[in-house]
């Protein structure tokens, strides 16, 4: 599978929030629109992808994460939900160079969510 090599890039210092970028592929799972803070157009790019499947763990990601930073909770919190309880998962390589399973990541989301580390970082969006 394409999205086993995937990695990982944290965003926020303590490390919560994630995007998985997909080098090897030619699809888009809105990683450089996520890295450059383009967040709506991450939105768009992610779901105009017809590549991957909707429950493709690093799409579920990348979404929740794009519409977490758009202070679209709800909607983030079942993508991210989703890829926390999929049948499947792949192994996701982190900044630090750790693989991690996606339903881990997913769940780390989640928390991320809980704490509101998402709703710090559109607050400092937008300084």
């Not at 939105?43 to 202070?71: F, K, Q, S, T, Y």
Request: aromatic residues 8%; proline residues 2%.
């Amino acid at each position: 599978m394409a999205l086993a090599t995937s990695f990982v890039l944290a965003l926020l210092a303590q490390g919560a929030p994630a995007v998985v970028e997909a080098p090897e592929t030619s699809f888009d799972v809105g990683y450089e629109e996520l890295v450059a803070g383009r967040d709506r157009a991450a939105v768009e790019a992610i779901e105009a992808c017809a590549e991957l499947e909707a429950d493709d763990p690093a799409r579920l990601i990348n979404h929740g994460v794009a519409l977490a930073r758009i202070d679209q909770f709800d909607d983030a919190r079942a993508d991210f939900e989703a890829a926390a309880e999929a049948d499947w998962s792949v192994e996701l390589e982190t900044a630090d160079g750790q693989w991690v399973d996606s339903r881990r990541l997913a769940r780390r989301a989640l928390a991320a969510l809980d704490r509101g580390d998402f709703a710090r970082y559109y607050a400092m969006s937008m300084r």
